[in-house]
C-alpha cells in the first residue's frame, strides 16, 4: 500500500518541485526519503534528489566560514581544498623553518625560493645562499671571496650600510675584475658615466662642482 502525503517526513531541503528536489550538502540524509517522499502528481515515484554543491567552509585553524576561492587546492582530501584557509597557511609558511643544505642554518620558509622540481615546492637553500652561489659564478669568484668583500656590508663610496637589499658587486667591464660593493644608487651613478672614462669624467665633475659651488 502506497503512503500519502499526510505519512510523509518533513523534508528540510531549500526548496523542491515535481521535477526535483534540491538538497544543501549540509542536510542529514532522511532515512527512507525515497520510499516516503510526497509522490508527483503525475508519477508514481518521487523526484530525483540533487545535492547542491557547498561553497562555504570553516577554516580549521582561525575557525571562521570562508567560500572555497580562499582555500588552496588539494587533491588528496574529499572537499578537493586545504584544511586552512590561505591566509592560515601563508601564516604557517612564514613561521615554519627548514635547514639549509648549504649553510646548515634553520631558516624561515619565507627565505626560501620556489622550486618545483624540489620537495614541497621549496628550494634545498636559502635565498642568501643561492644568491652567493650565482654571484660567484657571474664574477669568477670564490665563496671565500664573497664572504671577504659581504664582511663589512657597507658601499665602498658613500659608505652606507643597507636595511633591507644587499649591496650590488661592482666590477670592471672590461677586466671583469670585482672592485668592491656598492649601494644601488652609487652603483647606477657609476654606470651612467662614459664607459672607459669613468675616472676622468668623475674628477671633471668634482672640478665642475667645486668651481661652481656658491657655499
Known amino acids: 500500500m502506497k503512503q500519502t502525503k499526510q505519512n510523509s517526513p ?5 526548496h523542491y518541485n515535481d521535477s526535483e528536489i534540491i538538497l544543501d550538502e549540509s542536510d542529514e540524509p532522511i532515512n527512507g526519503l525515497l520510499h516516503n517522499f510526497y509522490l508527483a502528481g503525475k508519477s508514481d515515484s518521487p523526484p530525483p534528489v540533487k545535492f547542491k554543491p557547498k561553497t562555504l567552509k570553516i577554516c580549521s585553524k582561525c575557525n571562521e566560514e570562508k567560500p572555497f576561492s580562499e582555500y588552496y587546492k588539494n587533491t588528496t582530501r574529499k572537499d578537493g581544498i586545504t584544511s586552512q584557509c590561505k591566509d592560515c597557511s601563508y601564516t604557517k609558511i612564514l613561521t615554519s623553518k627548514k635547514r639549509c643544505s648549504k649553510c646548515k642554518k634553520y ?3 619565507g627565505m626560501y625560493g620556489k622550486n618545483k622540481s624540489c620537495k614541497k615546492g621549496i628550494n634545498s637553500r636559502c635565498k642568501d645562499c643561492m644568491q652567493m652561489i650565482l654571484a660567484c659564478k657571474t664574477y669568477s669568484i670564490s665563496e671565500r671571496e ?3 668583500l659581504h664582511k663589512k656590508n657597507q658601499c665602498s663610496i658613500c659608505k652606507a650600510k643597507p636595511k633591507k637589499r644587499k649591496l650590488d658587486i661592482d666590477h670592471n667591464h672590461i677586466t671583469g675584475e670585482v672592485r668592491g ?5 652609487c652603483n647606477v651613478a657609476i654606470g651612467l658615466l662614459k664607459g672607459d672614462e669613468t675616472v676622468s669624467v668623475l674628477e671633471e665633475a668634482i672640478r665642475y662642482l667645486r668651481e661652481t659651488d656658491l657655499h
Not at 181 to 185: A, E, G, H, K
Open 146 to 148: 664573497y664572504v671577504r
Open 181 to 185: 660593493l656598492l649601494c644601488s644608487q
Open 107 to 109: 631558516k624561515s620558509l
Open 10 to 14: 518533513i523534508l528540510r531541503s531549500s
